[in-house]
């Protein structure tokens, strides 16, 4: 079992960036795979990235490909979403969450532990 702590959300002006910082603990980081969904008001939870750990593949959903980089610091087990151009559109409450799976997936119910979310306020 794995335990993740999202951090890093905020308020930001159009253009902008953040970076979103997901801990994890409890079980070894390298035996997962970790998302990044983002969900806004009234619509689906939406996969935007996904690292896999063991062998450092990682993907990012074409709607903010460009802008979005995700990268893991094994040292400290944790994986960082660098959101770069932001757009009000991208307002959301990002969650990080894993897979007992090395291989990335982009459904959430492919996840099975999932840390709270962090909310992202971009301003127009």
């Known amino acids: 079992e794995v335990q993740l702590q999202a951090s890093g959300g905020g308020l930001v002006q159009a253009g902008g960036s953040l970076r979103l910082s997901c801990a994890a603990s409890?079980?070894?980081?390298?035996?997962?795979?970790i998302g990044w969904f983002r969900q806004a008001p009234g619509k689906e939870r939406e996969g935007v990235s996904c690292?896999?750990?063991?062998?450092?593949?990682?993907y990012i959903t074409d709607s903010v490909k460009g802008r979005f980089t995700i990268s893991s610091d094994n040292a400290k087990n944790t994986v960082y979403l660098q959101m770069s151009s932001l757009k009000p559109e991208d307002t959301a409450v990002y969650y990080c969450?894993?897979?007992?799976?090395?291989?990335?997936?982009?459904?959430?119910?492919?996840?099975?532990?999932w840390g709270q979310g962090t909310l992202v306020t971009v301003s127009s």
């Open positions: 969450a894993a897979r007992g799976e090395r291989l990335c997936a982009f459904f959430a119910h492919e996840y099975d532990y």
């Open positions: 409890g079980s070894a980081f390298d035996d997962y795979a």
């Open positions: 690292s896999s750990i063991s062998d450092g593949t990682t």
